[in-house]
């Protein structure tokens, strides 16, 4: 449950710092907002608190999957750092690192739609894409 709680709280802060992002910083911030939006409506879901939506579980795995991998990658080129950006420069700094995580975020959401997984195993799924965030955050973003 911390780690849930703590996934809520990463994205929960970004409403605050799109005030004045434009052009590729917003389309980012916007990216990750969406995954956030995503996993909050999946999680009752994903922890056993609801019961499995395939409907809703492909619709979040696509949006996650729409915001991460390569497109993830290209929503951060040279330059797009500072200003209300909370973009590290270690994303630049460490590229190879970065897009790892990046790729994960995909094939973890390809996973969410699996209907055949067993609660354990969802929730387990759902713990990983949360670690995959917070590894991300904390490496990658710095608060303004």
Same mark, same amino acid.
């Given at each position: 449950?911390?780690?849930?709680?703590?996934? !809520?709280?990463?994205? @929960? #802060?970004?409403?605050?710092?799109?005030? @004045?992002?434009?052009?590729?910083?917003? =389309?980012?911030?916007? @990216?990750? *907002?969406?995954?956030?939006?995503? /996993?909050?409506?999946?999680?009752?879901?994903? #922890?056993? *608190?609801?019961?499995?939506d395939?409907?809703?579980a =492909?619709?979040?795995?696509?949006?996650?999957? =729409? +915001?991460?991998?390569?497109?993830?990658?290209?929503? !951060?080129?040279?330059?797009?750092?500072?200003?209300?950006? &909370?973009?590290? #420069?270690?994303?630049?700094?460490?590229?190879?690192? !970065?897009?790892?995580?990046?790729?994960?975020? &995909? *094939?973890?959401? @390809?996973?969410?739609?699996?209907?055949?997984?067993?609660?354990?195993?969802?929730?387990? /799924?759902?713990?990983?894409?949360?670690? #995959?965030?917070?590894?991300? +955050?904390?490496a990658y973003?710095?608060?303004?």
């Amino acid at each position: 449950m911390k780690k849930l709680a703590l996934l !809520f709280a990463v994205f @929960g #802060t970004m409403a605050f710092a799109h005030a @004045g992002a434009m052009g590729i910083v917003k =389309e980012r911030m916007d @990216g990750m *907002k969406a995954i956030g939006a995503s /996993l909050k409506s999946i999680a009752p879901m994903m #922890t056993g *608190k609801a019961e499995f939506d395939s409907a809703l579980a =492909e619709q979040a795995s696509q949006v996650i999957i =729409e +915001h991460s991998g390569q497109n993830m990658i290209d929503r !951060f080129p040279e330059g797009s750092e500072g200003g209300v950006s &909370e973009a590290a #420069t270690a994303i630049w700094e460490q590229p190879e690192a !970065f897009a790892e995580i990046a790729f994960e975020l &995909e *094939k973890l959401a @390809g996973e969410i739609p699996d209907a055949s997984l067993s609660a354990e195993a969802r929730l387990q /799924l759902f713990k990983d894409i949360g670690q #995959t965030c917070k590894d991300c +955050h904390s490496a990658y973003r710095v608060l303004n």
